[in-house]
């Protein structure tokens, strides 16, 4: 039978999805203070995404940080894409997509 859902995500991705919030989480803490964030994982036939947004002080990334750069990196490993956009009231938005027949 085969796997649905996250069981049928590689454990390699699994992990590197974690590490990704992990190091989104401590941007929000460091640079936006934000009070509420929200976090959406979405798994689709052809991708696995997350959205996060947060109520935050908008910032936007110089992409000289470590934290950036780690990032883009594990994106990379899995042909990966990173969108950050702030809105006209505040907040900030991150959205992480990754093809599954790149890695499936």
Known sequence: MPQTGWNAVP??????LYRMVQELCTN?????????????LTK???EISFTMEDNGAQFNYKGDGIGYRNLQERLKLFNGSFE??????GGNTWLVQIPLK???
């Not at 929000?28 to 959406?40: F, G, P």
């Not at 950050?84 to 009231?89: A, D, V, W």
Request: overall charge negative; charged content about 20%.
């Open 11 to 16: 454990v390699e991705l699994q992990v590197e």
């Open 28 to 40: 929000i803490v460091k640079y936006s203070n934000a009070t509420l964030v929200e976090l959406q």
């Open 44 to 46: 689709t036939e052809h």
């Open 84 to 89: 950050k956009s702030s809105g006209n009231n």
């Open 102 to 104: 790149a890695i499936v």
